[in-house]
């Protein structure tokens, strides 16, 4: 070998460069950018970087980098030469030097402002005879720059408003009560597409105060979005993303800040919020299925009926079931009638696609908290009761039988009811 190991760590450590070359002992000649990595070298080239351990070397040959070489053909040039100014910002161009590039390419053009090309490498365009800069046209358009971008005035407008809906967020957090009030009235202020972002991720925050913050930020976002439902050109978006905070809601255990979640998940219209929890009733467990049910409870509408008498099935079945194999499938009664297991389309007022609802087999192997059933059982009975003012108490059985023999019946006529009555303006 040409070098030994020490003299060639000394000549790695005398620098990094672009354009060396390095001949293994099998006498390939490889080209790139040479790093020193100890017991072997990185040598990025232009397709990727590749590891050489120093005992697969022969020799190293350092050349000048890029950059070097474009400072001495730049040193070499009059200031006032635009031929040779426009020749090396193309070298620059072939050598990927972008920078040196559009640096050549701004200084042809201060001596030759008509420069076609050096104009375009600029990224300018002519228009009604005026050479104008990317930055021209922007400012033309009425755009703003933001975190390095153009966008418009409206969203820079958005932009601002998420910041300071963090700032508030984080304001509100604190224990003293004069202080969370007045940042909540400074939130709530602020414009609904700037809040669902920041308010979305601090529902998740450790700190209760902020949680509870955040709730009162979102009621709004969605309050505003029920009040123009004909304009939200991204209301799939928010209804989608009302499904995932309705099941954060349910899992909230802070008493106080799951009112102010359920509140916030309702300001869109019980319309829209029904159709989440109707959902989660059936396919949460634990407490998560009780607090939809005592939601859907507040909304008394009809619809829900089938959803509930699945969610009360689940809870029958689950005492009852010895092992897997004696569990029946709950679509047997129920899933005939509700109307959208699968996803369906609303077009009014705007076009919506539904929850869609995932059927399963009922779960017998989970750890129950003594006491679950009983207490389901009494919520669900009440809750039916309360909805088709049959009184069948805890009782599944007499509840299935009404449901089989006159409940389908019944819930078809009452939504229809509720249906015309929507459509007269009633």
């Known amino acids: 070998m040409k070098h030994t190991l020490t003299s060639l760590a000394l000549a790695l450590a005398a620098g990094i460069a672009f354009g060396d070359t390095v001949t293994t002992t099998d006498g390939r000649r490889l080209e790139g950018k040479v790093k020193d990595l100890g ?6 080239g ?16 350092y050349g000048a980098t890029g950059r070097e070489q474009y400072a001495e053909k730049s040193k070499a040039l009059k200031p006032d030469d635009l031929a040779g100014h426009w020749s090396l910002a193309k070298w620059c161009k072939a050598n990927g030097l972008e920078a040196e590039y559009r640096k050549e390419a701004r200084i042809v053009v201060d001596l030759d402002p008509k420069h076609e090309e050096a104009r375009l490498a600029l990224g300018h365009k002519l228009v ?9 046209i922007h400012l033309a358009n009425g755009e703003v720059k933001r975190d390095g971008h153009w966008v418009t005035q409206n969203e820079a407008e958005r932009i601002d408003q998420e910041e300071k809906a963090r700032e508030l967020l984080r304001a509100a957090s604190t224990k003293d009560a004069e202080k969370n009030k007045l940042a909540i009235q400074e939130l709530v202020k602020l414009r609904d597409d700037a809040l669902l972002g920041p308010c979305s991720r601090a529902v998740s925050n450790s700190s209760p105060e902020m949680r509870a913050a955040a709730w009162q930020g ?38 106080e800040v799951r009112k102010f979640a359920v509140d916030a998940t309702r300001a869109m219209g019980d319309e829209y919020a029904r159709m989440w929890y109707q959902k989660l009733v059936v396919e949460e467990e634990g407490q998560p299925k009780l607090r939809a049910a005592e ?8 619809a829900s009926v089938p959803y509930m008498m699945m969610a009360f099935y689940t809870v ?21 009638f509700i109307a959208d297991p699968e996803r369906r389309v609303i077009t009014q007022p705007l076009r919506i696609e539904t929850p869609k609802l995932a059927i399963q087999r009922v779960k017998t192997t989970g750890v129950i908290p003594e006491g679950f059933h ?28 009404w449901y089989q023999t006159n409940g389908k019946t019944w819930v078809k006529e009452k939504v229809a009811e509720m249906k015309k009555a929507k459509e007269e303006g009633k």
Do not use: C, H
């Open 295 to 302: 939601v859907l409870g507040e909304m008394n509408s009809p």
């Open 39 to 44: 017991n072997e070298i990185l040598l990025e």
């Open 218 to 255: 979102l009621a709004r976002a969605f309050e505003t979005t029920k009040n123009r439902l004909g304009f939200v050109t991204d209301l799939q978006a928010r209804f989608d993303k009302l499904g995932d905070l309705t099941q954060v809601a349910l899992r909230e255990k802070n008493d």
């Open 46 to 61: 232009k397709y990727g970087s590749t590891r050489i351990r120093k005992t697969q070397i022969e020799k190293i040959e």
């Open 374 to 401: 009983s207490q389901a059982s009494n919520l669900f009975g009440a809750v039916l009761n309360k909805m088709t003012g049959e009184e069948y108490g805890d009782d599944f059985e007499s509840w299935n039988k």
């Open 316 to 336: 029958y079945i689950e005492v009852r079931a010895t092992n897997a194999m004696a569990v029946q499938d709950i679509t047997d009664s129920f899933v005939d």
């Open 128 to 136: 009604e005879g005026e050479w104008l800069s990317e930055e021209d």
